[in-house]
């Protein structure tokens, strides 16, 4: 039975994940890039459009040196004095639980106890803040995460595009690229999130670490495209009395990637056995 947007509403406002990233910025014609390495970024792609003058399109690649504190243990698994292996290292495929209901005709809730449940919560969380439209992201940020019983989702909404715009702004930055936080979202403007691969650890009774393996593609609508792989990370656990005492999963806090146990350079390849591929939904 569906749940209805009169259910129990939790929501606390997290912005864009911190942490390394793979990233590629693409800039239209007139917009100049050069090159720079942020201390964050494992590597960075960056391709500019003929320019008045220009004959040949330029392609720039930059790889950051290898983390000397990411020593790998003898199996590939990471850095054998960092955190236990994953819950899923065994499993080949991961694939999305269905949620027992919806809220608002749009978000899906109501997973199911064990922590692929969970796993599946956060999965469709990223999907639902994959979007610039305010009241989306709003009821997104009310729907998944635990604090906050009280929000307005349309402010909500409001501040995770003011904090996800700072985020796109420092990328910009870090390649000498245009980028007005104040313009965005402007109306042709979009953010696409694609889950690729998961990896969960078991915390406590009722409480998982989750990472999702994801790609992004942004585009400003003035220009400016943006192409990354990022490690977004997300601590939940499960609330008993949630969606009007049935019972759910919602996200307590943001996790840093950097905690995964994984080297800089291997964190964001699929190839890497920590990580699970995720079928689509």
Do not use: H, K
């Given at each position: 039975m569906p749940f209805e947007a009169t259910g129990t509403r939790a929501g606390h406002l997290f912005g864009p994940p911190a942490g390394t990233r793979h990233s590629g910025i693409t800039a239209g014609t007139g917009r100049g890039l050069a090159p720079a390495l942020g201390p964050v970024l494992a590597g960075l792609v960056l391709v500019t459009?003929?320019?008045?003058?220009?004959?040949?399109?330029?392609?720039?690649?930059?790889?950051?040196?290898?983390d000397p504190?990411?020593?790998?243990?003898p199996d590939g698994?990471?850095?054998?004095?960092?955190?236990?292996?994953?819950?899923?290292?065994?499993?080949?495929?991961?694939?999305?639980?269905e949620s027992g209901g919806?809220?608002?005709?749009?978000?899906?809730?109501?997973?199911?106890?064990?922590?692929?449940?969970?796993?599946?919560?956060?999965?469709?969380?990223?999907?639902?803040?994959?979007?610039?439209d305010t009241v989306e992201l709003g009821g997104a940020v009310a729907v998944y995460h635990a604090s906050g019983q009280e929000i307005d989702p349309e402010s909500a909404g409001t501040e995770f595009l003011t904090e996800r715009a700072?985020?796109?702004?420092?990328?910009?930055?870090?390649?000498?690229?245009?980028?007005?936080?104040?313009t965005y979202p402007s109306p042709g403007s979009t953010h696409d999130i694609t889950p690729i691969g998961v990896m969960w650890r078991t915390a406590g009774a009722s409480t998982v670490e989750v990472y999702v393996l994801a790609e992004e593609r942004i585009e400003d609508g003035l220009g400016l495209e943006l192409e990354r792989t990022v490690v977004h990370g997300q601590a939940i656990e499960w609330n008993p009395v949630a969606r009007v005492r049935s019972?759910?999963?919602?996200?307590?806090?943001?996790?840093?990637?950097?905690?995964?146990?994984?080297?800089d350079d291997q964190r964001h390849s699929l190839d890497h056995p920590y990580w699970t591929p995720v079928t689509a939904p």
């Open positions: 459009g003929c320019g008045p003058g220009a004959s040949d399109d330029v392609q720039t690649v930059l790889t950051a040196p290898a504190s990411g020593a790998e243990s698994a990471g850095d054998p004095e960092g955190p236990p292996p994953p819950d899923n290292l065994d499993l080949a495929v991961f694939e999305p639980l919806t809220m608002q005709e749009l978000y899906p809730v109501g997973f199911s106890r064990e922590a692929e449940g969970g796993v599946s919560m956060v999965l469709a969380y990223l999907r639902a803040i994959s979007t610039n700072t985020d796109i702004s420092e990328e910009a930055r870090s390649a000498s690229a245009e980028f007005d936080p104040r019972g759910d999963w919602l996200v307590t806090e943001e996790l840093d990637p950097s905690d995964l146990g994984l080297p």
